[in-house]
């Protein structure tokens, strides 16, 4: 299985994978029904989650919701870190993944506004270079996995930190890896050197461990939250999660 998922994540467009992914999973999860690990997302368990990655890690996709380790991660986060589920606020999650959008769009204390240039899963057609809402207009912003995709990922930056209200914040998950800076070259176009040197054809870039000092020049306030190494070790090994995953939460800056 593992080198027919690598192929379908390298070759097929995004939103068709979205489109069609939760149809195909279904059927998965029927097959590997268990409990030796639990989705804190959707409550499901199974024998073990489904490999996944251009490099397929084990253990990483749940079949009924689609939460990744990370989504898990943030989950937890959000339950445990913040008010999220039940305090009045006001959303926009930029390429909203799809474990979460209708348990969000479900919980009646958000405005949730979902927004992506491309997904077939997000109602507001946006670009994060020019976000089309006032200043201090959300309480929360989510943009996981997007910001090595984009031209600029500074003044997507500095249009979250517009957009944000004073007392806002949010979490921008990337890709990091262990380069002391970020790799980037906008010279760069064709998909298959793009791939060699950022890891996937729509990198633009490769944040290093100067992900979140790179940020900050954006005008953010960032936070490199190290919220997993306060989790039992095996409620880790029950949700599969990240074991090293920062959680980078930002906050409005000047």
Known sequence: MKPIISFVIRYIPRPILQTVSPLVMKVLSQLNKGNEVECPVCASQ??????????ARENALCPNCLALER??????????????????LKVLHIAPEHCFIDRFEGLSNLEYITADIESPLAKVKMD?????????????????????????????GSEFNRVLKPSGWGILQSPVYPLEKTLED???????????????????RKFGKDYAERLR??????????????????LITKYALPKDEIIFVCRKGA
């Not at 954006?218 to 190494?229: A, C």
Request: charged share 30%; hydrophobic share 35%.
């Open 128 to 156: 994060v270079h020019s976000i089309p809402f006032p200043d201090n207009s959300f309480d929360v912003i989510f943009c996981n996995h997007v910001l090595e995709h984009v031209e600029d990922d500074l003044l997507a």
């Open 46 to 55: 199974y024998k073990k989650f489904l490999p996944y990655g251009r490099i």
């Open 186 to 204: 906008k010279s760069i176009t064709d998909p298959a050197e793009r791939e060699r040197l950022f890891g996937q054809r729509d990198h633009v």
């Open 71 to 88: 989504h898990r991660l943030m989950w937890l986060y959000l339950k445990k870190q913040t008010d999220f589920f039940s305090a009045p």
């Open 217 to 234: 020049k954006s005008g953010l306030k960032i936070e490199e939250n190290q919220f997993v190494k306060q989790i039992n070790s095996d």
